[in-house]
């Protein structure tokens, strides 16, 4: 499975952006697929997943109300709808999967990564 982030941007805070990756490759019912962020000098955070045969997504508590994971399994693309973004939410934001049925919240438990995109939010 490959994976490519794009979307990233320079967005003024209370903005919006929408990061999309697309997968090429075999993507199995049982994926799950998530989207991570690593900020400088810190370690890599969970932001979001869905299982791709799923609706029901996972969001960390700090983004809930304000991002939206979706995945369209004909165009094999999964966005990240972010809303209302904070200057401290600047980062590099990555796609992943997870080949494994369960979503997880650790980028240990996912196999694949793109390359991700970076999220620039002033103040």
């Known amino acids: 499975v490959q994976l490519q982030a794009s979307g990233g941007g320079l967005v003024q805070a209370g903005g919006s952006l929408r990061p999309s990756c697309s997968a090429s490759?075999?993507?199995?019912?049982?994926?799950?697929m998530g989207w991570f962020r690593q900020a400088p000098g810190k370690e890599r955070e969970f932001v979001a997943a869905?299982?791709?045969?799923?609706?029901?997504?996972y969001y960390t508590d700090s983004v809930k109300d304000r991002f939206t994971i979706s995945r369209d399994t004909g165009k094999r693309t999964v966005d990240l709808q972010m809303n209302s973004l904070k200057p401290e939410e600047t980062a590099v934001y990555y796609c992943?999967?997870?080949?494994?049925?369960?979503?997880?919240?650790?980028?240990?438990?996912?196999?694949?990564w793109g390359q991700g995109t970076l999220v620039t939010v002033s103040s």
């Open positions: 490759g075999p993507i199995y019912v049982n994926y799950v």
């Open positions: 869905i299982p791709w045969n799923g609706n029901r997504p």
């Open positions: 992943a999967a997870r080949p494994f049925v369960g979503v997880r919240f650790t980028p240990n438990d996912y196999n694949y």
